[in-house]
């Protein structure tokens, strides 16, 4: 899940004794044709980070919810889900215990500030600098978020508008936060 396509060839993490298959896992969505996000939807679905919302749809436009951040989370961690009735759960349960999420409010959507966040959790809360954002709307970014902010914008993982806004507390969409993962992954390699 976390093996990135460059000029050189393909780069993933591997540990001793690992074996390597290759297969083609690629997903074809009829709503991604023309779409902005198709190369970073077309990356995390056939790593199986994100699944359609239907076996034709991604829904690219459709907000994320905090479930379903913890579940694309999750699965790129490797977390075994266990059953349960409410698909997130396992997900929830996962970034809970990971100190990644309180798990509140799964079924609410998410900002680009608490997805951020949450994939700073993840990473391990990495240092940043303490770079100025040159965004207009920096002054809008909570504080419990501003590092993470932060190290995502240094690092390339989120960019801003066009119009130099950074929408902190915008809803997320689901292409939003394809884009974003894949630039996670590329940055892990």
């Known amino acids: 899940r976390t093996s990135s396509v460059t000029e050189g060839g393909l780069v993933l993490p591997v540990s001793d004794g690992s074996v390597l298959a290759i297969q083609d896992n690629s997903k074809s969505f009829s709503d991604i044709g023309g779409h902005w996000a198709r190369g970073p939807i077309q ?3 056939a790593r ?22 913890t579940t694309v989370l999750a699965r790129l961690d490797s977390a075994e889900p266990h059953e349960d009735e409410v698909w997130y759960a396992p997900g929830v349960d996962w970034a809970v215990t990971q100190g990644i999420s ?15 966040t949450m994939l700073h959790r993840y990473a391990g809360s990495p240092e940043t600098s303490d770079m ?37 507390g915008k809803n997320a969409t689901r292409a939003q936060t394809a884009a974003i993962f894949m630039r996670y992954v590329d940055l892990l390699n």
Do not use: C, H, K
């Open 102 to 116: 309180d798990g509140s409010n799964p079924t609410g959507f998410i900002t680009r500030e608490q997805l951020v």
């Open 48 to 69: 199986e980070l994100f699944l359609g919302t239907s076996p034709s749809t991604f829904a690219p436009e459709e907000t994320m919810t905090r479930g379903m951040l």
């Open 43 to 45: 990356f995390v679905s």
């Open 132 to 168: 100025d954002l040159a965004f207009s709307d920096t002054s809008e970014i909570s504080p419990y978020a501003l590092d993470a902010m932060r190290w995502a914008v240094e690092n390339g993982i989120l960019s801003g508008y066009e119009d130099n806004l950074l929408a902190p």
